[in-house]
C-alpha cells in the first residue's frame, strides 16, 4: 500500500500538464473543422453562382444587369460566362452538307461556323478567394467553380438576324449580294420572272388560287397548288429520284408504275370535288330560298353539277 501511495504522489499535477499539452491540439483540429464547413459551404455557393452565370444570360434572357447575389460580395470576383472548347463527340455527318458548311461553286463563302453543332459550348464560372474564419496565417483559399451548357439553338436572336421572319440566306451566305458573282443569277431570275408574269395561259391558272367565282361564293380564295416536300441538298438527282416522282402524283392523280390507283386524286379531282360541292350547296339554296330562285339558274347549275358528276366518275376509270 505504501508503494501505491508513492507512485499516486509522483504523478500528481500530471493530468493538468498533459490537458494543457492537448488543448491546443484539440483547438486546432476544431478549427480545421470550422475552415472545412466553411470552405464546403462556399464551395456549393459558387455552384449556384455557376449555374446562375450560364441560365441567366442563356438567350433571350441577358443578365449583364443583374446585381452579384448577396452572399457574393466584393472583393470575390464573379464572372459570367465564356465559350466552351468545341464538342468533337457532337460533330454529326448531318451537318457537313456543303449547303451549310461548304465549299460551294463559284467561290461562294458559306458562313460554316453558324450551324457548327460542336461550338454550342458555353461554360458558366464562379471565383472566390476569402479568408478562412480561423487560423488566417493559413492564408485565403481560391474557389473557381464551372459549370457547362450546351447552348446552341439556332434562334434568330443568336444567329444575329432582327426577327424570325428576316431571311437567313445573306447571314450564311455573307458575299452572296456581291455584283461580280450575282448579276447573271439575277438576270436568270428575272427572265424565269417575266417568262411567268406574261405566260399567255397565266389567265387560265387562276382557277388555281384566284378563282373570282370561288371567293363571290366563300369571301375567299382557295389554293389548289400541291406542296413540294421540304429537303436540304444541292444535288438535282435525289430530287428527280424521290421528291419529283411523288410530286407528279400529286399534281395529275397518276400512281407510279407498278402501284394500284386509289380513289381519283390529284389537283383535276381536287378541283372536281370542290367545285361540285360549291355548285350543289348553291342548288341547295336556291331550290329551298322563298320564292325559290330563278329556273334557268337552277338548271344550270344542274347541269354543271350533272358534268362534274360525269368527270369525276370518268377519273375514277383512268
Not at 239 to 267: A, C, K, M, S
Request: aromatic content about 10%.
Amino acid at each position: 500500500m505504501k508503494r501505491h501511495r508513492i507512485a499516486r504522489a509522483k504523478r500528481r499535477g500530471l493530468a493538468p500538464v498533459e490537458l494543457v499539452l492537448a488543448i491546443p491540439l484539440l483547438l486546432f483540429v476544431l478549427a480545421l473543422s470550422v475552415i472545412f464547413g466553411a470552405v464546403t459551404c462556399w464551395k456549393v455557393r459558387a455552384g449556384w453562382v455557376a449555374r446562375d452565370a450560364i441560365f441567366a444570360r442563356r438567350w433571350p434572357r441577358g443578365g449583364m444587369q443583374d446585381p452579384s447575389p448577396p452572399e457574393w460580395r466584393v472583393p470575390n470576383t464573379y464572372q459570367p460566362h465564356s465559350a466552351g472548347p468545341p464538342l468533337a463527340s457532337l460533330d454529326h455527318a448531318a451537318f457537313h452538307e456543303p449547303v451549310i458548311r461548304g465549299p460551294l461553286p463559284n467561290n461562294l463563302v458559306v458562313n460554316d461556323r453558324l450551324f457548327d453543332s460542336t461550338l454550342g459550348h458555353r461554360i458558366g464560372h464562379a471565383e472566390l478567394d476569402r479568408a478562412p474564419p480561423m487560423l488566417a496565417t493559413l492564408g485565403d483559399y481560391h474557389l473557381e467553380v464551372e459549370h457547362p451548357l450546351l447552348d446552341g439553338k439556332w434562334q434568330y436572336g443568336q444567329m444575329g438576324i432582327g426577327s424570325n421572319r428576316n431571311r437567313r440566306i445573306p447571314v450564311i451566305y455573307p458575299n452572296l449580294l456581291n455584283p461580280s458573282q450575282t448579276t447573271a443569277l439575277r438576270a436568270q431570275y428575272q427572265q424565269a420572272i417575266q417568262a411567268v408574269v406574261g405566260a399567255p395561259f397565266r389567265p387560265d391558272l387562276a382557277v388555281l388560287d384566284r378563282d373570282a367565282e370561288i371567293y363571290d361564293w366563300y369571301g375567299h380564295y382557295h389554293d389548289f397548288h400541291p406542296r413540294f416536300p421540304r429537303f436540304c441538298g444541292l444535288d438535282p438527282q435525289p430530287v428527280w429520284d424521290d421528291y419529283l416522282p411523288d410530286h407528279i402524283e400529286r399534281i395529275d392523280g397518276t400512281p407510279p408504275p407498278g402501284q394500284n390507283p386509289r380513289r381519283p386524286f390529284g389537283v383535276p379531282a381536287d378541283l372536281t370535288r370542290f367545285f361540285l360541292q360549291m355548285y350543289r350547296q348553291q342548288l341547295f339554296v336556291l331550290q329551298n330560298s322563298v320564292p325559290p330562285g330563278p329556273p334557268g339558274k337552277i338548271a344550270e347549275l344542274q347541269q354543271k353539277i350533272e358534268i362534274l358528276e360525269d368527270y369525276l366518275a370518268y377519273l375514277s376509270t383512268i
